[in-house]
T-cell receptor, first 117, second 112 residues
Framework: AQKVTQAQTEISVVEKEDVTLDCVYETRDTTYYLFWYKQPPSGELVFLIRRNSFDEQNEISGRYSWNFQKSTSSFNFTITASQVVDSAVYFCALSEAQLQGAQKLVFGQGTRLTINP | DAGVIQSPRHEVTEMGQEVTLRCKPISGHNSLFWYRQTMMRGLELLIY????????DSGMPEDRFSAKMPNASFSTLKIQPSEPRDSAVYFC??????????FGDGTRLSIL
């Protein structure tokens, strides 16, 4: 069975600090996808990134970066120079590759990130 | 472009009543998903459709829950009869083939 663990329930930092959100996953599939979604206080779920299991290259997008390591089954998310607008709940998710294309997402419990001014 | 549209945004009703949640996926998307978010269980997949056909409903909690997708632009999730433990935020999401899912704003359901 697939499982995603986000051990950090809540993180609170001061603005401009760097912060890393941890994500550890379990799957028996050799082909799978990993995701990060952001849920701001307004409640919607915003897609941030998807990586497939064959691509371990780190990704950087502005202040956001992601570190994927198959050896430790981790897909960590780092925000550099955090801002108050980064305050949200962040979800890591996993899906297996489906023959019909659609991907069933298994979510972690989420990490509530609070950036204090 | 319009995103996934869910209605209503908020619903408050008494236990025993029928509740219908609605979703309009992004035009052109061929997969539609219903999720439920609660404090206790987090985000969990209830059911998903591919080309309007239900593919996996193993997450539907019990027979009181049913979902339909009569056409490519509309889906409903129905609870009958509703119970207080059904109170949650219900999300609809859609995707095209194996592309990432895009979520609606959710329906916050409160059963009194």
């Amino acid at each position: 069975a697939q499982k995603v663990t986000q051990a950090q329930t809540e993180i609170s930092v001061v603005e401009k600090e760097d912060v890393t959100l941890d994500c550890v996953y379990e799957t028996r599939d050799t082909t799978y996808y990993l995701f990060w979604y952001k849920q701001p206080p307004s409640g919607e779920l915003v897609f941030l990134i998807r990586r497939n299991s064959f691509d371990e290259q780190n990704e950087i997008s502005g202040r956001y970066s992601w570190n994927f390591q198959k050896s430790t089954s981790s897909f960590n998310f780092t925000i550099t120079a955090s801002q108050v607008v980064d305050s949200a709940v962040y979800f890591c998710a996993l899906s297996e590759a489906q023959l019909q294309g659609a991907q069933k997402l298994v979510f972690g419990q989420g990490t509530r990130l609070t950036i204090n001014p | 472009d319009a995103g996934v549209i869910q209605s209503p945004r908020h619903e408050v009703t008494e236990m025993g009543q029928e509740v219908t949640l609605r979703c309009k996926p992004i035009s052109g998307h061929n997969s539609l998903f219903w999720y439920r978010q609660t404090m206790m269980r987090g985000l969990e997949l209830l059911i998903y459709f591919n080309n309007n056909v239900p593919i996996d409903d193993s997450g539907m909690p019990e027979d009181r829950f049913s979902a339909k997708m009569p056409n490519a632009s509309f889906s409903t999730l129905k609870i009958q009869p509703s119970e207080p433990r059904d109170s949650a935020v219900y999300f609809c999401a859609s995707s095209l083939a194996d592309q990432p899912q895009h979520f609606g704003d959710g329906t916050r359901l409160s059963i009194l």
